[in-house]
């Protein structure tokens, strides 16, 4: 089972320097809708993991140290990677 975080925890963790990856899985036209700026934050569409898998990763998430919180904009999505 891989742990799940709250939106308030997350938005705590942001706050600091703490170093970890935000992985954001939404599609490119739901970006907008509710706007992450984080210099944390990496984008990977799942549709473009559901094509080429982990060769969709940003460089900084294929590290097996990295700390990765995976959103998407329900949450249903996210499940499903890290599934």
Same mark, same amino acid.
């Given at each position: 089972?891989?742990?799940? $975080?709250?939106?308030?925890?997350?938005?705590?963790?942001?706050?600091?320097?703490?170093?970890? $990856?935000? &992985?954001?899985?939404?599609?490119?036209?739901?970006?907008?809708?509710?706007?992450?700026?984080?210099?944390?934050?990496?984008?990977?569409?799942?549709?473009? &993991?559901?094509?080429?898998?982990?060769? =969709?990763?940003?460089?900084? =998430?294929?590290?097996?140290?990295?700390? $990765?919180?995976?959103?998407?904009?329900?949450?249903?999505?996210?499940?499903?990677?890290?599934?």
């Amino acid at each position: 089972m891989i742990p799940e $975080i709250t939106t308030t925890d997350l938005a705590e963790k942001m706050k600091t320097d703490e170093h970890f $990856i935000l &992985l954001d899985v939404r599609e490119p036209h739901e970006l907008e809708y509710a706007k992450v700026t984080d210099r944390r934050l990496e984008v990977a569409p799942m549709s473009r &993991l559901a094509e080429v898998g982990t060769d =969709a990763l940003p460089e900084s =998430a294929k590290s097996q140290d990295a700390m $990765i919180y995976v959103m998407c904009h329900h949450g249903n999505r996210s499940g499903q990677v890290t599934a």
